[in-house]
């Protein structure tokens, strides 16, 4: 077990996957907590959407995640990813053995689905949901299989949190609500196996479903939840958005597991209500959009791991203080090969200028450049962060309208007509990356003039001026520190 747990962290070290551009939007919301010492409730971070609503749905994992980076740096960052994916697969092995009595066999579950999620292992909130996903999971499958309400009774409190670092908490009110949609037909239809009562569970799901409402914004949480969901423009703009591509071995191995899932539930020839509609549900999401491919990864790993049967058992029963001896192993081989691989702050931040207009900031401020500011989404959250000026577009979709993406999108990559962009015309500063269409035809532009270029930014500057959105002082945004 210690040589699995370290090992996926350890992988997950290795990887480094500190270039997620969103983080920094999430931390700059974090520095204006600090500085208003309130949650936002209208935007403060764009030119165009100033003042409209917003909810700053993850504000307790963005005050974790800044409180980190200001301790460690750009370590920081990694270092949450490491450790939350240590507990995933922590928690992903228990779900695992508590269905699989097979030691090997446990193991090797939990080794292909902690492999197949290494796309997202990225410092994001979404970590906090694939954990508590599969807490909840674990608690009602068990509950389902011996009766023992125990681990339910302590899912408000878990609700509680997940309501206040990430959006997705309604994946686990779903898991709830089918299994308890399961122990009502279970009165009426001969053949449904569950051992959870309905009055208990539905007493579970409302204590839970109050809990997601102790948060900042209350019940409004819940618009944001509808709003998120129903924004469907976005699903081929965004790269996290986009539906698997297919286009490696981890893509079909994510199908594979899901399809040996489907098969074994059809291979036990009884009613399984909840794990086909689970199992449903997952294929539904995790096929649609990269972010959600988790969902059938522990779903798949949690059905097999209860249909496969095995005559072998693992004989060695824990004990009480084996959890600190493993957890604390691990830790160890994990601080070494932080060492052994060289990860440090000069590292990452190499990384990081490698894929993220950094000297390109740092010129802007030294020469003291103002917008109205033009960029593309992909930057949008970082230049948040580094500029402390408002962005014309940014990782936040639910802020702006399909419209809007729709026409960044088609303007960076200099289709049909994007010299009609108005919010082109309009600005006094364009960064974007130097490969990109739009950077191309702006250096034959005589609108504009390139101050700045270098392999991963071109900066920009329109040669009259027609702005008039004016923009706001750094005051209002927070201090924004560059990396050092």
């Not at 409730?41 to 980190?68: C, I, K, N």
């Not at 994946?171 to 279970?186: H, I, Q, T």
């Amino acid at each position: 077990m210690t040589v699995l747990y370290a090992a996926m962290a350890l992988l997950c070290a290795k990887v480094g996957l500190v270039l997620d551009t969103d983080v920094w939007w999430h931390m700059k919301t974090a520095q204006w907590i600090e500085l208003h010492r309130a949650v936002p409730h209208t935007d403060p971070f764009s030119q165009y959407m100033a003042g409209q609503p917003w909810v700053a749905y993850s504000w307790l994992y963005e005050l974790l995640l800044l409180r980190l980076y200001r301790w460690l740096g750009l370590t920081g960052l990694l270092a949450y990813s490491v450790c939350m994916i240590g507990v995933i697969v922590v928690a992903l092995h228990k779900m695992i053995r508590g269905l699989q009595a097979d030691f090997t066999l446990g193991i090797l579950l939990a080794l292909a689905g902690s492999m197949l999620t290494m796309r997202i292992w990225t410092p994001r909130s979404w970590q906090f949901t694939i954990l508590f996903f599969i807490v909840v999971l674990d608690a009602v499958m068990q509950a389902r299989r011996n009766g023992r309400f125990g681990a339910l009774y302590w899912l408000p409190l878990i609700f509680l949190i997940w309501a206040n670092v990430h959006l997705q908490f309604v994946m686990g009110l779903l898991v709830l609500g089918v299994a308890l949609a399961e122990s009502v037909l279970a009165r009426f239809v001969h053949g449904l196996a569950t051992r959870i009562g309905p009055v208990r569970l539905a007493c579970v799901l409302a204590a839970c479903s109050l809990a997601t409402l102790v948060n900042p914004y209350g019940w409004r949480i819940y618009q944001v939840v509808a709003g998120v969901a129903g924004q469907s423009g976005v699903l081929d703009k965004i790269s996290e958005l986009k539906s698997l591509p297919f286009r490696d071995g981890v893509d079909f191995g994510i199908l594979f597991l899901a399809l040996g899932a489907f098969a074994a539930l059809g291979w036990a020839r009884r009613l399984q209500f909840f794990e086909a509609v689970m199992m449903i549900f997952a294929a539904a999401v995790s096929f649609r959009s990269l972010r959600d491919l988790w969902v059938v990864v522990v779903l798949s790993c949690a059905v097999l791991a209860a249909a496969i049967r095995s005559k072998r058992s693992d004989p060695y029963q824990g004990r009480w203080f084996d959890a600190p001896i493993v957890a604390a192993a691990a830790g160890m081989i994990v601080l070494c090969g932080f060492h052994v691989f060289h990860i440090d702050n000069a590292a990452l931040e190499a990384k990081v200028r490698e894929g993220l207009p950094v000297d390109a900031c740092e010129f802007v401020k030294a020469r003291g450049l103002t917008g109205p500011l033009y960029n593309d989404i992909g930057w949008g959250g970082y230049l948040i962060w580094a500029l402390g000026m408002p962005v014309e577009v940014d990782g936040r979709t639910n802020v702006y309208a399909d419209q809007r993406l729709n026409r960044s999108v088609a303007t960076w990559s200099a289709e049909r007509d994007w010299d009609t962009d108005e919010d082109l015309h309009k600005a006094g500063l364009v960064i974007g990356p130097s490969n990109e269409a739009l950077s191309q035809v702006l250096r034959l532009s005589p609108a504009f003039e390139l101050v700045y270029d270098d392999k991963v930014a071109a900066v920009f500057v329109a040669r009259k001026p027609i702005g008039t959105i004016p923009a706001r002082s750094e005051a209002s945004l927070g201090n924004s520190p560059t990396i050092k």
